[in-house]
T-cell receptor, first 114, second 111 residues
């Protein structure tokens, strides 16, 4: 049981390049999320999904796209990377009910756009 | 707008020196308040979920409490391995599916 797995762990992009970040969870969770974490700021929600085939915008969606073709995978795409997208990206899935309700996060992808 | 403020930003303790971290919040209607631990280069690790004022939860040396305006994370007799950044987040019970995070408290416990 690996939990939430993110690939890649590190990436350097040039401005204008594109890439896809992959999030995979093996816990059969319906809800999945993409957050970014920047110094001095709390984690901010980019996009989320409430189930296979569904996606929705979060707090800071501009410049990103997502897809959830399979329940276990949630992909985050950057079509044309900008230096402002330099950040650490975390994927999360929501688990449990009642006492065990919470969110499980992956280990992150550190992205630098030069 | 939902908001979370954590204090202090950083805290240095000696091993065994108990203290508390504060999380003040405003939310339209609270579904849950979450505490996470984050080690450098890692993702947030789930600690607790609190749902209503007066609730308390414990795990080893950590105890989380909740009032209508704030939550405290009490650390009793901390050890160096408790050194980490502790994050607080709230989720409203209406509409948007998001956690609103604070910026965290960096805790350093010296031997």
């Amino acid at each position: 049981n690996a939990g939430v797995t993110q690939t890649p762990k590190f990436r350097v992009l040039k401005t204008g390049q594109s890439m896809t970040l992959l999030c995979a969870q093996d816990m059969n969770h319906e809800y999945m999320y993409w957050y970014r974490q920047d110094p001095g700021m709390g984690l901010r929600l980019i996009h989320y999904s409430v189930g296979e085939g569904t996606t929705a915008k979060g707090e800071v969606p501009d410049g990103y796209n997502v897809s959830r073709l399979k329940k276990q995978n949630f992909l985050l795409g950057l079509e044309s990377a900008a230096p402002s997208q330099t950040s650490v990206y975390f994927c999360a899935s929501r688990h449990g009910q009642g006492e065990n309700y919470g969110y499980t996060f992956g280990s992150g992808t550190r992205l630098t756009v030069v | 707008e939902d908001q979370v403020t954590q204090s202090p930003e950083a805290l240095r303790l000696q091993e065994g020196e108990s203290s508390s971290l504060n999380c003040s919040y405003t939310v339209s209607g609270l579904r849950g308040l979450f505490w996470y631990r984050q080690d450098p280069g890692k993702g947030p690790e789930f600690l607790f979920t609190l749902y209503s004022a007066g609730e308390e939860k414990e795990k080893e040396r950590l105890k989380a409490t909740l009032t209508k305006k704030e939550s405290f994370l009490h650390i009793t007799a901390p050890k160096p391995e408790d050194s980490a950044t502790y994050l607080c987040a709230v989720q409203a019970n209406t509409g948007f599916q998001k956690l609103v995070f604070g910026t965290g408290t960096r805790l350093l416990v010296s031997p």
